[in-house]
Nanobody
Framework: QVQLVESGGGLVQAGGSLRLSCAAS????????MAWYRQAPGKQRELVAV???????NYGDSVKGRFTISRDNAKNTVYLQMSGLKPEDTAVYYC?????????WGQGTQVTVSS
C-alpha cells in the first residue's frame, strides 16, 4: 500500500500562486510515476500533470506554461507549483501514484480561485 497526503490548497485570487505538496509513504518502491489530477464540481477528473521515473514531466493542455510538477526523492514528495491561477482552476486536487498493480490516490486538497 502507498499512502499519499496532499497539502497546500486554499483560497487565492486570480493571477496568484499556490504550491501543493504530496508526501508519499508506505510501499513506495517501484512507483513508476506520480501525478496530479483535479476534479471540479460536476466535471470529470482530469490529468493536471505527471512525472515519470526519468523525471520527464507532462501537462494537461489547460495548465501548460502555468503549472510545474517536480519531485524531491529524498523527501518522497511531489510538488505542483501553480502560477497564473484562474477561476477555472478551482477544483479538488488529487495526488496519485502509479505502480504496476494500479493507482493509489490521496484524499485531495481544495483549491479555490476567486475572480
Amino acid at each position: 500500500q502507498v499512502q499519499l497526503v496532499e497539502s497546500g490548497g486554499g483560497l487565492v485570487q486570480a493571477g496568484g500562486s499556490l504550491r501543493l505538496s504530496c508526501a508519499a509513504s508506505g510501499s513506495i518502491s517501484n512507483i513508476n510515476a506520480m501525478a496530479w489530477y483535479r476534479q471540479a464540481p460536476g466535471k470529470q477528473r482530469e490529468l493536471v500533470a505527471v512525472i515519470i521515473n526519468s523525471g520527464t514531466p507532462n501537462y494537461g493542455d489547460s495548465v501548460k506554461g502555468r503549472f510545474t510538477i517536480s519531485r524531491d526523492n529524498a523527501k518522497n514528495t511531489v510538488y505542483l507549483q501553480m502560477s497564473g491561477l484562474k477561476p477555472e482552476d478551482t477544483a479538488v486536487y488529487y495526488c496519485a501514484a502509479m505502480k504496476s498493480v494500479g493507482w493509489y490516490w490521496g484524499q485531495g486538497t481544495q483549491v479555490t480561485v476567486s475572480s
